[in-house]
Nanobody, 123 residues
Framework: VQLQASGGGLVQAGGSLRLSCTAS????????MGWFRQGPGKERFFVAA????????YYADSVKGRFTISEDNAKNTVYLQMDRLNPEDTAVYYC?????????????????WGHGTLVTVSS
């Protein structure tokens, strides 16, 4: 599975962005497609995930109520709608696929990663 993320950019605090991640290769029902982010000098942290073709969603506490993850099965694409952005959301955002069912929140549990897309939120 290869993943291509896009949609990052520069936005003012309070604004919105929508990230996209398109997978080439088969995504089976039950796989997790997730978003992680890594700020400057920080570790990579879980943001959100969706269970493919099932629809269950998972969010980090820091983004609940502001971010929405969704999928388009026909396009093999997962989206991350980010609203009410603040400077603490500034990071490189990565999409990833977890195919073994071992977990949801830990980067090491995901076996496939895309290149990141940079989100910068100015104050």
């Amino acid at each position: 599975v290869q993943l291509q993320a896009s949609g990052g950019g520069l936005v003012q605090a309070g604004g919105s962005l929508r990230l996209s991640c398109t997978a080439s290769g088969r995504i089976f029902r039950g796989y997790l497609m997730g978003w992680f982010r890594q700020g400057p000098g920080k570790e990579r942290f879980f943001v959100a995930a969706i269970r493919w073709s099932v629809g269950s969603t998972y969010y980090a506490d820091s983004v609940k109520g502001r971010f929405t993850i969704s999928e388009d099965n026909a396009k093999n694409t997962v989206y991350l709608q980010m609203d009410r952005l603040n400077p603490e959301d500034t990071a490189v955002y990565y999409c990833a696929v977890e195919s073994t069912g071992r977990g949801i929140y830990v980067p090491g549990e995901y076996g496939f990663w895309g290149h990141g897309t940079l989100v910068t939120v100015s104050s």
